[in-house]
């Protein structure tokens, strides 16, 4: 499909300008002046009416181009400024008055002069020309504008509808939209960092210098809506009512950069074409799907766990119904003590990763490995890839007090199965798997060699440099194991598993050698850093220090966001502050009190403080990409 079918669709309005109209013959035949709102011409006109009679304004909706010959029109000035205001009042795109019958030389003074005051385009036709002629032309332009924005609208659809068939990740999104618009595309986040972009062949670096300043300046209004002053579409994306980022196209207020490649003329103040709202908003439904839609081939079983697991992660399925349906698989999880695991690989082992294909064979592989470590711990679970890089079980046991000696049972069997996986001496998760299930398969096609391609580890660094005759205490063959606490019914199984990625999630870069990571392990600024994605807590930065965020993008040089994280590192000492600011200390205290203004917030207040520090961790974390 080429760039240009819809690119060039998309650069013509789907009306016709008063200036455009003019320019048509049957208009140049009557020999048009402009008399009076030369500043509006560029008005997009709708519909053309032709009218005699001076309350013509309570039939018309907006964006009409007028036609009289001004028989019908009032005699005194005070009746021809109510026509003329009440034309302005109602939205026409213009008035155009053939001269010959009602005024020969021209129009009245008074309406040119009301006209301009108003800034109403008002033409005289100084030759007798048939309107239905005018009618004709104008109405067939429209209409086949129509039809173009109606074709390029369907080849939208048709595009976006293969990308979400296709599963296509967010770049590729990104980049079809910008191609079909020709504009520069940037996804991001409710704290304004960018995800993803495409600069549609401009530069990169321009686009993208002080983003997160230049777009909080950017507020449109309503989920979807053109940011006339700074020239940029928007729209909102999100599912299920849960918002998670915005995207943007640059539409450029003063000029359609694409209109001035195709010779064709743009209002100053006009927003961009229909067809381009209808593209962001489906490239953001496509991207909102896209999160939502995860495709694995796995097997029906593995399937209807990682469903399960997921509808108690996402309550997508009442918990009775997850219940029944996993007892129907030989998992009871009604009266038992629940624990939520979760297992990925330590950070430094994904560095260098070749591919989307290989991080899925070693997120198969590591599922394997944790369904085989659970049968030979000999522990019920529902266990299933939980995202990306994260494999998860909830344990169901039948005595509160075995959690610990269960825990460690699995985490001593998951290093055995990844260990002999990396040496070779034993069969692969994926023929452990059938072997359990009774299948005989040779040994001998998983040597060393497959072992390391499916599981990415050497033979001699299994361990993450620990010693594996060390049993439990070493941690199981370079992944996280975390597990949250405890709960007692299903209803509360949520919060263990989110509780376990969490802790798996901020552990990631921890080098200690434990074999389960549990919450008091990790610190806040480590769970912070977890949740950086999650849109709650972008939303609760944006509460806490939104304003103050706003107001540093509009005085770049103050940065008063630096003061306040300031003090609340000296413990609120104002004097210490002062001093780590480099500043003196009347001018640090009113920064400080210019900070509790912009916040409308008392800094000498404990748990105000506190709720802003979270809240600068927490944007620190957001802006730290791993």
């Known amino acids: 499909m080429s760039r240009s079918g819809v690119t060039d669709g998309s650069v013509s309005a789907v009306f016709p300008t008063v200036r455009e109209v003019l320019a048509l013959d049957p208009v140049r035949h009557g020999a048009p002046r402009v008399v009076a709102g030369d500043a509006g011409l560029d008005r997009p006109v709708r519909w053309v009416h032709v009218a005699e009679v001076p309350d013509i304004a309570t039939l018309l909706g907006g964006g009409e181009l ?78 086949d504008a129509q039809l173009t924005e109606l074709r390029a609208t369907e080849e939208i659809h048709q595009r976006f509808n293969d990308l979400s068939v296709e599963g296509a990740d967010a770049a590729e999104v990104i980049r079809q939209a910008a191609e079909l618009s020709g504009c520069p595309v940037v996804l991001e986040n409710l704290s304004r960092q960018v995800l993803g972009y495409d600069p549609a062949g401009e530069s990169a670096e321009l686009l993208l210098d002080g983003w997160e300043q230049h777009s909080r300046r950017i507020r449109p ?13 928007v729209t909102v994306v999100g599912a299920r009512g849960q918002d998670w980022g915005r995207l943007l196209m640059r539409w450029p207020a003063s000029g359609a950069v694409a209109n001035r490649r195709a010779g064709e003329s743009t209002p100053p103040n006009a927003g961009p074409p229909t067809r381009l709202t209808i593209l962001i908003e489906r490239a953001a439904s496509t991207l909102a799907l896209g999160r939502l839609i995860r495709r694995d081939a796995e097997g029906l079983e593995r399937q209807i766990h990682r469903t399960l697991l997921t509808a108690l992660l996402d309550h997508s399925r ?26 990925r690989h330590r950070a430094e082992d994904l560095v260098g990763e070749s591919g989307p294909e290989a991080g899925q064979a070693r997120l198969r592989d590591l599922s394997e490995a944790v369904g085989q470590a659970l049968r030979e711990a000999k522990l019920t679970a529902l266990t299933s890839a939980v995202d990306d890089n994260s494999v998860g079980a909830l344990l169901a046991l039948t005595d509160p007090a075995a959690e610990d000696r269960a825990l460690s049972a699995f985490a001593s069997a998951l290093r055995r199965v990844r260990l002999d996986a990396g040496t070779g001496r034993a069969t692969s998760g994926a023929e452990a798997s059938r072997a359990a299930s009774g299948t005989d398969v040779s040994r001998a096609a998983f040597g060393a060699e497959a072992s390391r391609a499916a599981f990415g580890a050497e033979a001699g660094r299994v361990t993450g440099g620990a010693d594996p005759s060390r049993g ?21 199984a949520r919060r263990s598993l989110v509780e376990a990625r969490q802790i798996a999630e901020a552990a990631r870069r921890d080098r200690r050698d434990l074999p389960i990571f549990r919450l008091p392990h990790v610190g806040l600024a480590g769970l912070l850093h977890l949740l950086r994605d999650e849109p709650r ?44 600011a480099h500043l003196s200390r009347p001018a640090f205290y009113e920064r400080l009190a210019r900070i509790a203004r912009i916040l409308d917030v008392d800094l000498e207040s404990v748990e105000a403080s506190l709720s802003l520090h979270v809240a600068l961790l927490a944007l620190e974390a957001v802006r730290t990409r791993c």
């Open 66 to 143: 007028v036609l009289t010959t001004g028989i019908g029109l009032p005699g005194d000035d005070a009746g021809l400024r109510a026509f003329i205001g009440d034309l302005a009042d109602v939205g026409v795109s213009g008035l155009v008055v053939e001269l010959g019958r009602r005024y020969v030389s021209g129009v009245p003074r008074v309406m040119v002069a009301t006209a301009e005051r108003r800034g109403l385009p008002l033409v005289e036709l100084r030759r007798a020309t048939p309107f239905v002629r005018i009618t004709e032309a104008v109405h067939a332009l429209i209409v």
């Open 221 to 233: 209004a309503g989920r979807t809506a053109y940011d006339l002053d700074s020239g940029w579409l």
């Open 318 to 343: 009442p918990v009775d119904e997850v219940a029944l349906r996993a007892k129907a698989l030989g998992v009871v999880l009604d009266r038992r003590h629940l624990v939520g695991v979760m297992v």
């Open 472 to 492: 439990v205490g070493s941690a199981p063959g370079g992944v996280i194991v975390a597990a949250g606490s405890g709960v007692g019914s299903l209803r509360e």
């Open 537 to 580: 807590l972008q939303t609760f930065v944006e509460r806490e220090l939104g304003a103050l965020l706003d107001y540093d993008a509009r005085h770049p040089r103050e940065q008063l966001l630096d003061t306040l994280r300031v003090y609340l590192e000296q413990g609120r000492n104002k004097t210490a502050g002062a001093a780590a």
